[in-house]
């Protein structure tokens, strides 16, 4: 059984969208999992481009999850 | 082949970047006698039109372990890119007014190609690799967010 | 298209250009609240190596009538050519040490990739097209004339 | 016959290689005879590398020379 602890760390638009930075899952078999539930909780995220960071670095794929990690929910940069 | 060029370096300064702040990091370089050109990009906040108001200020936000981590890749794959002498890289975080900078890169070089070259590419991949928010806060207090294009 | 952009304006400044003066260009520009992008280029006397000696600091002088018509027609192109909001650009005459800066071109745009073009394109014309010379003082008091290449 | 009065003026190596910052000359017929005529005055110029500004314009062909003008002779830029 996984037991695995996901920190989900929400940023910009999406902190409003949420209203949340933060929360934790666990038992998350992987990073598509993790959307899906997020997508349950925030129905408002399905509407929403956002890029998604493992432990800092950008994914473009399904990653599976084991052990403990950090996922970020990023919308349109702005910097600059 | 440069000084800390391994070192994470914090690039965020809380408010805007002053004027007197560049000088400063100009003025620091007149020791460096082998530089012969400077290469200085500034992004300035604009006062916008938006849902007919106008942008009062910018409330910036970062992941900031992130962004650390993608600046010192910017900046390693910069200097193994380009000849420069130096880089110094400053992003706000916080309330930037209308009128007032929020971005400041800094590169030199003995010729100018190469501060020229790598001052610009920074800044390209800063608005597009850098993990950082923008709230524009209009004038009747409602808030549109910023997007790079 | 810009406000003086008919008048001829005098480019050049006694001595080197001081981070002071430069700070004081940048800050003038917060009352311009269309402005989202500075870019800045400045050029440093370095203390090559000549004829085995080093250069201690450059003596510039020009055909200052033949050069603000030469700076005008670029002012003029350059605004034709590109979407500035603003120009500015300083050049030394008489003595500038190692180290200190005697160019200095300033361009500003609403956004940011008309400033950073027009500004190194500027950088281009003032070496090839200005008629400004360099004499080079070595650290044994002989000289040698610069050129730009 | 030509009366006209044509103002020499010397930039960068060149004041040292000839010793001035200006001359006049006189009935000139054309901008190569003025050349001719300094190169004279001045044999080091042959050797030198310079472009010549006709009433601060450059000019790359022979021009007659009718009335008052400024020839100056421009050496190698180091502007920058």
Known sequence: MNTNKISILFFGQLTELTGKTELELSGIEDTLAAQEILKDLFPKLGQTPYLLALDREIIHENIPLKGNHTLALLPPYAGG | ?149
């Not at chain 2, 994470?8 to 970047?17: K, S």
């Not at chain 2, 007919?52 to 993608?70: F, K, R, S």
Request: glycine residues 4%.
């Open chain 2, 1 to 149: 082949m440069t000084m800390n060029s391994h070192r994470i370096r914090n690039i965020f300064i809380q408010g805007p970047i002053s004027a007197a702040f560049i000088a400063e990091k100009i003025a620091a370089h007149a020791v460096k006698l082998n530089i012969g050109g400077h290469s200085i990009f500034l992004g300035q906040v604009r006062a916008d039109q938006k849902e007919n108001q106008e942008v009062l200020c910018i409330e910036y936000t970062t992941y900031e372990e992130m962004a650390l981590d993608v600046m010192h890749k910017i900046r390693q794959e910069i200097f193994d890119q380009y000849e420069l002498t130096c880089l110094h890289i400053y992003h706000s975080l916080g309330t930037v007014k209308a009128g007032e900078i929020s971005l400041f890169v800094f590169t030199s070089s003995i010729h100018r190609k190469p501060a020229i070259d790598a001052c610009s590419e920074i800044v390209e991949r800063i608005k597009k690799e850098l993990p950082v928010w923008g709230k524009e806060i209009l004038s009747d207090q409602t808030h549109v967010w910023k997007e790079n294009k």
